[in-house]
């Protein structure tokens, strides 16, 4: 994880593509303080959830680590500058920076996205993504 830290960490911006999406979020979420205040952009389907407000959602991909069993959906809670009419599956690609907050329905601080930029796009031919080596 280290290595993986130490690689986004060199890049001007994270960019979370099919091939590393997992892996990405995986450093982000161990390290989040490195990351703090850094551009990170990913793309993925909205999911609304139990969302604090209008502003805020999770974009995820559905993801499998090593087989089937171990599949779930996997992302980040974005922020949008203000509120945005996006619905839950549409797909989109966001940019922006990390920073974190106190997350209620999860009674945890967690990484959240403050979108920049943003558009709607569509879904990739392939929308799983998996967890290389």
Not at 65 to 72: E, F, K, L, M, N
Request: charged share 30%; aromatic share 14%; glycine share 6%.
């Amino acid at each position: 994880m280290e290595i993986e830290k130490n690689r986004y960490l060199s890049q001007k911006s994270v960019i979370l593509k099919d091939t590393d999406y997992l892996k990405g979020l995986e450093t982000i979420y161990k390290y989040p303080g490195d990351f703090l205040g850094r551009t990170i952009e990913l793309n993925g389907f909205a999911f609304k959830g139990e969302s604090v407000n209008n502003r805020q959602l999770f974009v995820l991909r559905f993801g499998i680590i090593h087989c089937v069993a171990d599949s779930g959906v996997f992302g980040m809670l974005v922020e949008f500058p203000k509120d945005v009419e996006i619905q839950d599956d549409e797909w989109i690609q966001v940019k922006g920076s990390l920073t974190s907050v106190y997350y209620q329905p999860f009674k945890s601080t967690i990484p959240v996205l403050m979108v920049k930029e943003w558009k709607k796009t569509k879904e990739p031919e392939e929308p799983y993504v998996y967890r290389a080596s």
